[in-house]
């Protein structure tokens, strides 16, 4: 266990006068940052990968709510991005390029060979588990009612060439990038069977980039997330939702029809 560089956090929403908001909404990036001659490689997805921790949602009783309707018995169990509907914001899906394995190049005599473990464990390994390590610090007790929500993301921040590979029937591409997000697969022991396997991601980013991811992409996603928390900060505090007409139209404009249960 160690430490990571930087836990950076902005409140995203002014207390409103004269309304009892049961969830106030907070933005936090814990960020480790390295710097290296040698650059690092990506081996890039074709397609975006969703990744339900991505954001992680920190500081709620639940990280979905549990929709009842009028027309069927049933319980629609739905994750916070979908219930608000932001799952398919460019943020999540357009803006970065993906991949699930990368290494950092290294000197070895006259040659240069790849390493993909002192990749994870220098950048990917201590931002998963400063995650896991915020999500249980700030999980509030069973009687809380009002709520701080901690829209949180890890960020790598690095001083090296990015340098990122399609691979494509036999032949392959290269280009620089100026942000990734790799994604991790976790086993979480004492976790519900249900449960167990976790998936999170971590955004890594050029430090020349860095204000343009901060300014461009996270605040302007984390503002919309931010209005839409409030609106249903009720829904959010319970994790409870009612949703007319699911059973005939299940997913159409959720977010727009979305009440407290």
């Keep these: 266990?160690?430490?990571?560089?930087v836990k950076a956090e902005k409140p995203l929403s002014e207390l409103?006068?004269?309304r009892d908001v049961k969830v106030r909404p907070s933005l936090v990036l814990l960020i480790e940052c390295k710097q290296s001659q040698m650059?690092?490689?990506f081996f890039l997805s074709r397609h975006p990968i969703r990744v339900s921790r991505c954001p992680l949602f920190a500081g709620l009783h639940t990280e979905e709510i549990a929709i009842k309707t009028n027309d069927d018995l049933s319980t629609y169990n739905v994750g916070i991005l979908g219930a608000l509907g932001l799952q398919f914001r460019p943020f999540l899906i357009d803006d970065p390029e993906f991949c699930t394995s990368f290494a950092?190049?290294?000197r070895k005599s006259k040659e240069i060979e790849l390493s993909g473990s002192d990749a994870f464990v220098s950048l990917v390994s201590p931002l998963v588990k400063a995650l896991q390590h915020f999500y249980t610090a700030v999980k509030p007790p069973t009687t809380a009612l009002y709520f701080d929500l901690y829209l949180t993301l890890a960020v790598a921040v690095i001083d090296a060439p990015m340098v990122g590979i399609h691979v494509q029937e036999?032949?392959?591409k290269l280009l620089f990038l100026p942000w990734v997000r790799t994604v991790r697969h976790e086993y979480v022991e004492g976790a519900h069977w249900l449960d167990r396997g976790r998936s999170f991601a971590v955004d890594i980013v050029h430090k020349d980039f860095l204000q343009t991811y901060v300014e461009n992409h996270v605040l302007s996603f984390a503002a919309e997330f931010s209005g839409l928390a409030i609106k249903h900060d009720k829904?959010?505090?319970?994790?409870k939702g009612f949703v007319r007409g699911m059973n005939e139209k299940p997913y159409v404009e959720l977010e727009k029809r979305l009440k407290p249960r």
């Design 39 to 41: 650059p690092y490689v």
């Design 235 to 239: 829904v959010l505090a319970s994790g």
């Design 170 to 172: 036999g032949s392959y």
């Design 16 to 18: 409103e006068n004269g």
């Design 104 to 106: 950092k190049c290294a």
């Design 1 to 5: 266990m160690r430490t990571i560089d």
